[in-house]
Every structure is written in C-alpha cells, then in structure tokens.
C-alpha cells in the first residue's frame, strides 16, 4: 500500500465517523487532543475539539464524496489536502457544496509503522467552500 492510498483511506474512514456522527470513534481514534478546526468563513475563529464534537448533533450529512487528495509528507506529520463534496444541513442551514479541506495528520507513537492507522490523529483541520475562479491568462491554454 502507497501513503497516498493508505491516507485516502483514513480519510474514508474519518469522514465515514463524521457521517454517522460517530463520537466515540472520532474523539478516540481519529482526533489529536489539540485538533481545531478553521474555517475560511470566519478564520480568526478556532473551533475546539470539544465544540467541533458538540457540532455533530446537528450536522446531518446526506451524502459525502471525496476527490483529488494529495499528500505532503514530513517526517511525524502528513498533510493532506482534498476536495469533499457534500450534501449536508448544520441548524437547518444548507452547507451542500465543495469543500477544500486540509488536514494536518501527526503520528501519535513517533517510530512505529508509518502504514498503521491506529498511529495516526489529525490535529488540525482548514475548510474553505471550494468555487472555480477564472484562470489567468497566464494559465488558459
């Protein structure tokens, strides 16, 4: 297994526990004590471990998709980023849409197995409604 499949596929997994708002599983497996989550909607906001698990009771999610991930490698940390297409509503508001989600993953038992999941907690999550802007001309072709 690549580290680009074995990370696709903990980001199944973390997204599968968001889905089905699954707090065990995310408070203990998948997040780092000190996870926050920033969202370019309000950037000088950090949201919590604590407040982010709280969110949950009201984020219904109806349909979830992941594409285009690429990963960052740095020694005890990995970085992914990717796009997540989501059907969802959080207080009765529509959050349906893209999404480019960054995730900063930190290796929980420094010289283990890099390829064992249960090593592996994000700490920090940047999330940004994700549109198409024009290309510059520099970039068309």
């Known amino acids: 297994m690549t580290s680009v ?3 696709t596929h903990l980001e199944q997994e973390f997204s599968s ?7 065990k599983t995310l408070d203990e497996r998948f997040l780092d004590a000190n996870y ?14 604590k407040d982010w698990l709280a969110t949950l009771d009201v984020y219904l999610v109806k349909n979830w998709q992941m594409r285009d991930l690429e990963l ?3 020694g005890d940390v990995a ?6 297409f989501q059907e969802a509503v959080v207080r009765g508001i529509d959050r349906s849409g893209d999404f480019f989600l960054t995730d900063v993953w930190v290796q929980s038992a420094p010289k283990a197995n890099r ?3 249960a090593n592996w907690r994000i700490a920090a999550r940047y999330s940004s409604p994700a549109r198409q802007l ?5 970039l068309k072709g």
Do not use: G, N
Request: proline share 7%.
């Open 72 to 74: 960052r490698e740095f």
């Open 79 to 84: 970085v992914t980023s990717l796009v997540v």
């Open 17 to 23: 526990a968001i889905q089905h708002r699954d707090h």
């Open 5 to 7: 499949e074995f990370f």
């Open 115 to 117: 390829l064992d999941s």
């Open 134 to 138: 024009p290309k510059p001309d520099m």
């Open 36 to 49: 926050t989550l920033r969202i370019s909607d309000d950037p000088a906001r950090k949201i919590s471990r």
